[in-house]
Structure formats: C-alpha cells, structure tokens
C-alpha cells in the first residue's frame, strides 16, 4: 500500500510501466486509502521496482509512506490496473492544480497535433486537479469533467498503459472536451471567430476582459496601457492595492522586476504562483500597477489558455486581478461573472468546464533566501504538511478569520485547505463551509476534535461551535507559535515572537505585539507591547492616523507636523473618546503600531487594504542604508515585561517636527523592532535558558523588519526560525490550532 500525493498524477500508469520493464504481474489499484500494488515475480526484480518506485517517481507524486506484507504465490504473469476501489476506507490525496507541463506545451503549438491551439490540453503530469473535483475517489465521474464523453481517440490514449494519458482524469481534446465561450459586455454569448484571438485583440485596443482560469475568473486589461488599468482600478474601486502581472516567459520578467534564482525557481515551479519582485526603476508597465510599492507580483501562464493568450498579445504583459468586485471571493460560473462582473469589463472569455473548487491564486516572495508565503492557495493545496507529532485521533482546525484557511489532521500528517478569504463574506463563508465539507469527503475524515480561535465573533468559531463536535478553542498568538514549530519540527520549548494586526487575548484585550514561552500544550505570556486604545475600534485599524493620535495622547506629546494635517476637532473628538474609554478598546498591536507610526513620518493617514500602512513603511525604510536607533524601554509588571513605546514616539514625532526624512526613520523604526525583539528575547532566555525562537504573525511579512529581526538574534546567540511552507500570517493559523489541539489529546 503507498500513501501520499499518489492519485490523479499518473502514479498507476507509472507503476505499470515499472512492473512491464521487470517483467513482474500483478496489479495496481486506486483505493480511498491510498494505491494498493500487488507483484509477483523473481525477487531482484522486487527489489529493483521497490527502489525504482521511489526514485522514478513522476514530477507530481509523493510518496508519504509504503507498507507491504509478504502474499502467497498464485503465479501471476501479467500485470494489469484495476478499477477503483469505492468502499476503502482511509486516506487519499488528491494533488493540487499543475501548471502545463512541457509535453503539453510541445503539442498545443504544434500545427500537426490534434490538440494544436486547444485550450483545455492536460496529462497526467499537469493540468486541473482540486479545483475540479467534486467527491472521492479521485476519478472522472467524480470531477467537473464527469459531463464530458471521451471521443475514441480520447478513450484509447486514456486506456493506454504506455500513454501519457492514461487514466488522466481531465484529459479532453478539441472533439470531446471543454471550449471556449465569448461573451460580450452583457454577458451575452457570441459568435467569433477564434476566441482567443477575439479576446486578445479587444485587450491590445485597450478592453478590460474577464477571464475564466483554473481556480476563478480574472479581470485582464494590457499593463503597458495606464489609460486601461487607471479604468480597471476606476470600474473596480481598486485604487491603491497591487495588480498582479502575467508574464510571457521569464525574460520579459526580468525586464519588469529583479529576479535572484530562488525568485526564478517559485517563477517557474509548476505550483505558478504570484510571486513578489522588486520593481526595476524603470519599467515598461504602469505605474499604476502598483502605487507607492516597490514591489510587483508576477507570475507566468499555467494553463493552456494563459500560453494561448500570451502568445496572441505577443509577449506584452497582463495585468490579471482577481474578477470580484472589493473584496469579495473570486467568481468562478458564469452566472456569477456576469452578475458581479457586467459592468467592470468590456467582455468575457468563459468555457464549460465548471470549477468546482474557488481556488485564488497562491502569493509568495522570498526573504533572505526562503520562501516566505504570504497567501497559499492554488497549486499549494491540498499539499499534506507532515506533522511532527501524531494526532491521536482526527482534528479539523478551522482558522480565523480574515485569510479562512482550514487544515485537516491525522497521524502525523495535515492537509491545509486553499485560501477562502474574509469569513465576513457571505459567499466566502459558504464556500468554507461547503469545502469543508468536500475536504472530509476527499479525505475520508470525520473529526474527532474541532479546533477554533478564541474569538466568539469569528464565523469560523461559530461554525466550529454548531458542529455538534466536541471542541476546543485556543489562543490567536499560541497558534500562531505553533504554526511555525510545526513547520520546523519543533516540539518546545521555544520563544514565541507573534506580531500581527489583531487576535483575541487571554484578557479579553486585542493582543498583538506578544512573546509567548512554551510549547504546543501551553504557554506563558512573558511580554508584550505597552496597551494603546483603539479610538473607534474597527475604523481604527483603516484610519492610521488615529493610532497616531491615540499614541500621542498616550506619550503626552503633540506633533505639529501631524497636527496641521490633521482635522484637529477630530483630534479632540477622539481624545475625549479615549479619555471616557468609548468605543476605544486596548490594544498591544505591532501591527497597529506601525500604522500610528506611518501617520506620524508623515506618509500614510488612511489605508484602503489590509497593511498598507506597514507595506508603506517597509517600502521607505528599504530605501536607505543609513540607521541608528529609537529609545527603547522595558519594564516588568506583575512579572510580564512590558514594552514601553512612548519614548519612540515621543522621538518620533519630534523627528518628525525636526524635518527628518520619512526613509531614515522609518529604517529607524524598523531598527528598534529588531532591538527590541532582542532585548525582550535576552531577558526571557536569563530566566528560561530557551534559544530556539520562532517568528509568526502577519508582520512578519514584512521583509526589512524580518531581516533586521534575524540579524540581531542571530548575534545574541539564539536560533531563529520562519515560516516557509505556511503563511505567518492567519493563513497559517490553522496548522499551529491542529498542533495544539494534537498535543492535548495526545496520549
Ligand atoms: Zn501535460
Ligand atoms: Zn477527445
Ligand atoms: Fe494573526
């Protein structure tokens, strides 16, 4: 028996093709719990296919683990595939999308191919996976290809052993398969010519265009035309946060942004996902693809239509931002499109082959040399992450809020589910809820234990709590510490550095700027950042100048450059909503501590997305070399040490009245994160002797910060660890809830 990323990626037809070349019989079977082989044969020969099967392995598999007992001779010659098995039951795993593989490539621009220019070409080594299945076992009638009737040269390559096609559930051809369908502005469908070709051209003359993709549709307009992407931002209310890019191939990557080989490598890894650049400073695309941000996301076409339409634009690169309108999920049918999407484009690009899973596209970047995920999604899930402890029995964790992600466990093995957006959303909580649904079903999961954030408020606690499971519900900041030991196999006790936006705290108060000690089954909290009010709560957090105004109040200081920007009536109002503690609750947010800070320097009042602020701040402090420190000042409190950031402001906003460059202290400001995250670390290693310290949280996506954080523990001794397989921010959260949620029930 073989477990792992075993079905749907060509594992059998490799198997057989193992087995023929030794000459062994027997045969081989998809069952729910995995790929069951039976061979008989000369025992070098075994041996040979048991060392073969691992090092052979086709690009998408993965090989978690292979048992095998000994059976009787019954003098098999052949060796032959066996139908699924439906009843099994156990564990299986469906892999996640792949992006064209090379063979695939050859034949879609290949004139005498009878797939040449066909948009929906895939094999067992590429091509739709999860975002396409709609139950369990892992085979066409249960995907969104089941309606599609295998012509018979389809049929033939599907029941060829020695095929690339053999048994690739979403194989199709321009006879059989899926096509595309042009629509014009209404939403009403057309006939032209050649779809891509009509597509392309309308978004050469300037057109915004909604595409279907693999996981949702895509709002494209040509990136090298502002007047286009100025109307996409105008029709879509999207005016600061980053558009995405596609590029042709790398070369006209690299003439947009900087690339270093672990950047190329996330680039053109068959996951394809959106990865985060340094612009160069002069590049041919607008502006205002990315305002005030030093970095562009690109990535490079992962579907046969995406080669097909990048080839028709000639090389010119695409703006491709999620077709939602705000922050709403990505739509994924065609109803859908034309109901939330007349109006923002110009015309669409739709096919029949229905996506079953809402899959956005992932985002990464690399830091120091790692890759630092910032949203996992397509072509990462349903990736297994292995667990470095057992989960007794199964455990669902459901996340957060803002990133819904959800992650199934069992034995030492977890299944992060793609990224579902803000819960707050309808359509993205009913999404979740029906994903997860559909993950159990995969899985062939019943949880024993549902793990949730603290937060009463969270739609995912809520759906956790009217489960009819048992439950259990841990803190926002031990999760996120969790999340990063279990990446490194950490069992503890480590040193917690959680810095984020919000999470609910042990004392009813918005935590957010934590060190935590412990380990997956308990934590102290040894420190945390100074308690500020939040005048006005929510609007707080889109509003920095209020954290600038609450932080001054708090230091006893005024900032005239603030003050003359400043409506200074609103600045009353709020201090006498502080005073009278109205709709101002407490906070030890980083997060919003670099939002009071971005007011004060000067450079961002009120933010339109989510860390705008922060991402505002990194920008400028990565534009100088130059540093020096803030005061910092820590003091103990009923034994928890607090980190005192009045004398910061205070110096900042007297820096600030002093007419000293935004850049200098801003790099500054990120210089005495890092001290301060090293004197904190120093004290609470004299009193625990802990060196292992894991950094999690959403600011931790914030590279200089990062860097600076590295460096400065790594000269005071201590070993420092990341996320890289997981987002640090809530994304990631389920991973460390399915951990400490593992280590209670642990025997
Ligand atoms: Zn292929
Ligand atoms: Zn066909
Ligand atoms: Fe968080």
Same mark, same amino acid.
């Given at each position: 028996?073989?477990?792992?990323?075993?079905?749907?990626?060509?594992?059998?037809?490799?198997?057989?093709?193992?087995?023929?070349?030794?000459?062994?019989?027997?045969?081989?079977?998809?069952?729910?719990?995995?790929?069951?082989?039976?061979?008989?044969?000369?025992?070098?020969?075994?041996?040979?296919?048991?060392?073969?099967?691992?090092?052979?392995?086709?690009?998408?598999?993965?090989?978690?683990?292979?048992?095998?007992?000994?059976?009787?001779?019954?003098?098999?010659?052949?060796?032959?595939?066996?139908?699924?098995?439906?009843?099994?039951?156990?564990?299986?795993?469906?892999?996640?999308?792949?992006?064209?593989?090379?063979?695939?490539?050859?034949?879609?621009?290949?004139?005498?191919?009878?797939?040449?220019?066909?948009?929906?070409?895939?094999?067992?080594?590429?091509?739709?996976?999860?975002?396409?299945?709609?139950?369990?076992?892992?085979?066409?009638?249960?995907?969104?290809?089941?309606?599609?009737?295998?012509?018979?040269?389809?049929?033939?390559?599907?029941?060829?052993?020695?095929?690339?096609?053999?048994?690739?559930?979403?194989?199709?051809?321009?006879?059989?398969?899926?096509?595309?369908?042009?629509?014009?502005?209404?939403?009403?469908?057309?006939?032209?010519?050649?779809?891509?070709?009509?597509?392309?051209?309308?978004?050469?003359?300037?057109?915004?265009?909604?595409?279907?993709?693999?996981?949702?549709?895509?709002?494209?307009?040509?990136?090298?035309?502002?007047?286009?992407?100025?109307?996409?931002?105008?029709?879509?209310?999207?005016?600061?946060?980053?558009?995405?890019?596609?590029?042709?191939?790398?070369?006209?990557?690299?003439?947009?942004?900087?690339?270093?080989?672990?950047?190329?490598?996330?680039?053109?890894?068959?996951?394809?996902?959106?990865?985060?650049?340094?612009?160069?400073?002069?590049?041919?695309?607008?502006?205002?693809?990315?305002?005030?941000?030093?970095?562009?996301?690109?990535?490079?076409?992962?579907?046969?239509?995406?080669?097909?339409?990048?080839?028709?634009?000639?090389?010119?690169?695409?703006?491709?931002?999620?077709?939602?309108?705000?922050?709403?999920?990505?739509?994924?049918?065609?109803?859908?499109?034309?109901?939330?999407?007349?109006?923002?484009?110009?015309?669409?690009?739709?096919?029949?082959?229905?996506?079953?899973?809402?899959?956005?596209?992932?985002?990464?970047?690399?830091?120091?040399?790692?890759?630092?995920?910032?949203?996992?999604?397509?072509?990462?899930?349903?990736?297994?992450?292995?667990?470095?402890?057992?989960?007794?029995?199964?455990?669902?964790a459901v996340g957060g809020q803002l990133k819904?992600?959800?992650?199934?466990?069992?034995?030492?093995?977890?299944?992060?589910?793609?990224?579902?957006?803000?819960?707050?959303?309808?359509?993205?909580?009913?999404?979740?809820?029906?994903?997860?649904?559909?993950?159990?079903?995969?899985?062939?999961?019943?949880?024993?234990?549902?793990v949730h954030d603290l937060h009463p408020d969270y739609?995912s606690t809520?759906?956790?709590?009217?489960?009819?499971?048992?439950?259990l519900g841990v803190q926002h900041h031990h999760a996120h510490m969790a999340s990063c030991?279990?990446?490194?196999?950490?069992?503890?006790?480590?040193?917690g550095?959680s810095f984020d936006g919000t999470g609910y705290g042990l004392d009813g108060v918005i935590w957010g700027g934590e060190?935590l000690?412990g380990?997956?089954?308990?934590f102290?909290r040894?420190?945390h950042?100074?308690?500020?009010?939040?005048?006005?709560?929510?609007?707080?957090?889109?509003?920095?100048?209020?954290?600038? *105004?609450?932080?001054?109040? $708090?230091?006893?200081?005024?900032?005239?450059? /603030?003050?003359? =920007? &400043?409506?200074?009536? +609103? #600045?009353?109002?709020?201090?006498?909503?502080?005073?009278?503690?109205?709709?101002?609750?407490?906070t030890s947010s980083v997060g919003?501590?670099?939002?009071?800070?971005?007011?004060?320097?000067?450079?961002?009042?009120?933010?339109?997305?989510?860390?705008?602020?922060?991402?505002?701040?990194?920008?400028?402090?990565?534009?100088?070399?130059?540093?020096?420190?803030?005061?910092?000042?820590?003091?103990?409190?009923?034994?928890?040490?607090?980190?005192?950031?009045?004398?910061?402001?205070?110096?900042?906003?007297?820096?600030?009245?002093?007419?000293?460059?935004?850049?200098?202290?801003?790099?500054?400001?990120?210089?005495?994160?890092?001290?301060?995250?090293?004197?904190?670390?120093?004290?609470?290693?004299? *009193?625990?002797?802990?060196? $292992?310290?894991?950094?999690s949280g959403g600011s /931790?996506?914030? =590279? &200089?910060?990062?860097? +600076? #954080?590295?460096?400065?523990?790594?000269?005071?001794?201590?070993?420092?660890?990341?996320?890289?397989?997981?987002?640090p921010n809530d994304g990631g959260l389920c991973l460390g809830q399915?951990?400490i949620?593992?280590?209670?029930?642990?025997?």
């Amino acid at each position: 028996m073989v477990r792992g990323t075993v079905q749907g990626v060509g594992f059998r037809p490799f198997v057989y093709g193992l087995a023929m070349e030794l000459g062994l019989g027997g045969f081989v079977r998809n069952q729910v719990s995995g790929v069951s082989i039976e061979i008989e044969g000369e025992i070098p020969a075994i041996e040979s296919f048991m060392l073969l099967l691992k090092s052979r392995l086709p690009t998408l598999a993965q090989i978690d683990e292979i048992s095998w007992t000994a059976a009787a001779v019954i003098g098999e010659k052949l060796f032959r595939i066996e139908a699924s098995d439906v009843g099994a039951v156990g564990q299986i795993v469906i892999a996640p999308d792949a992006a064209t593989c090379e063979d695939c490539l050859r034949e879609l621009f290949d004139p005498a191919d009878r797939r040449y220019r066909y948009p929906f070409l895939n094999c067992s080594n590429c091509g739709p996976r999860l975002t396409i299945v709609t139950g369990a076992p892992y085979d066409r009638g249960r995907t969104t290809m089941a309606k599609f009737a295998m012509c018979a040269a389809c049929r033939a390559e599907y029941e060829d052993p020695a095929n690339r096609r053999f048994h690739a559930q979403p194989t199709a051809c321009p006879v059989c398969g899926p096509r595309l369908l042009a629509m014009d502005a209404d939403g009403k469908a057309i006939k032209v010519g050649d779809a891509v070709r009509w597509f392309a051209e309308a978004i050469l003359s300037g057109k915004i265009g909604a595409m279907k993709g693999l996981g949702g549709y895509h709002l494209i307009c040509d990136a090298g035309n502002a007047g286009a992407v100025a109307e996409l931002r105008r029709r879509k209310h999207r005016y600061e946060k980053p558009f995405a890019v596609m590029v042709s191939d790398l070369g006209a990557a690299r003439e947009l942004c900087e690339i270093d080989s672990a950047e190329e490598e996330l680039l053109v890894s068959r996951r394809r996902p959106i990865v985060l650049l340094r612009k160069r400073p002069k590049m041919s695309v607008a502006e205002a693809m990315a305002p005030g941000n030093p970095m562009l996301g690109v990535m490079m076409p992962y579907t046969p239509l995406h080669h097909l339409l990048m080839k028709e634009v000639g090389g010119r690169s695409l703006v491709m931002t999620s077709g939602n309108r705000w922050d709403e999920p990505i739509v994924i049918d065609e109803a859908e499109a034309v109901e939330v999407l007349r109006g923002i484009c110009d015309l669409f690009l739709a096919h029949d082959r229905p996506i079953h899973v809402r899959c956005d596209d992932s985002v990464t970047r690399v830091v120091g040399g790692m890759e630092s995920p910032i949203r996992r999604s397509r072509g990462y899930a349903p990736q297994p992450i292995s667990l470095p402890m057992e989960c007794a029995l199964p455990i669902l964790a459901v996340g957060g809020q803002l990133k819904g992600t959800f992650a199934l466990g069992s034995g030492k093995r977890a299944i992060l589910s793609h990224h579902m957006g803000d819960l707050d959303h309808f359509k993205a909580f009913s999404a979740f809820v029906r994903d997860v649904a559909l993950y159990e079903e995969l899985f062939d999961f019943k949880p024993g234990l549902i793990v949730h954030d603290l937060h009463p408020d969270y739609s995912s606690t809520r759906y956790a709590l009217g489960r009819g499971i048992e439950c259990l519900g841990v803190q926002h900041h031990h999760a996120h510490m969790a999340s990063c030991m279990a990446e490194h196999g950490l069992t503890g006790p480590v040193i917690g550095v959680s810095f984020d936006g919000t999470g609910y705290g042990l004392d009813g108060v918005i935590w957010g700027g934590e060190f935590l000690v412990g380990d997956f089954r308990e934590f102290k909290r040894a420190g945390h950042f100074r308690y500020i009010a939040m005048p006005g709560g929510e609007k707080a957090v889109r509003e920095p100048w209020r954290m600038a *105004a609450a932080h001054l109040l $708090d230091a006893g200081t005024k900032c005239s450059g /603030f003050r003359a =920007r &400043v409506d200074p009536n +609103a #600045v009353r109002m709020l201090e006498t909503m502080i005073r009278r503690k109205f709709n101002s609750p407490m906070t030890s947010s980083v997060g919003r501590l670099f939002d009071a800070v971005a007011s004060l320097i000067g450079a961002v009042d009120r933010v339109s997305y989510e860390g705008q602020a922060a991402i505002r701040l990194e920008e400028l402090a990565s534009m100088t070399s130059e540093s020096g420190l803030y005061p910092v000042e820590i003091a103990k409190l009923d034994e928890v040490w607090i980190v005192d950031t009045r004398p910061i402001i205070l110096s900042v906003a007297c820096e600030a009245d002093a007419g000293v460059e935004k850049e200098l202290m801003s790099r500054k400001f990120h210089s005495t994160m890092a001290k301060i995250v090293s004197e904190m670390c120093l004290r609470i290693f004299e *009193a625990t002797k802990i060196r $292992d310290v894991v950094l999690s949280g959403g600011s /931790f996506m914030n =590279r &200089v910060m990062t860097m +600076a #954080v590295c460096e400065e523990l790594g000269r005071g001794g201590f070993v420092v660890h990341r996320q890289r397989l997981v987002p640090p921010n809530d994304g990631g959260l389920c991973l460390g809830q399915l951990m400490i949620a593992a280590s209670k029930v642990a025997k």
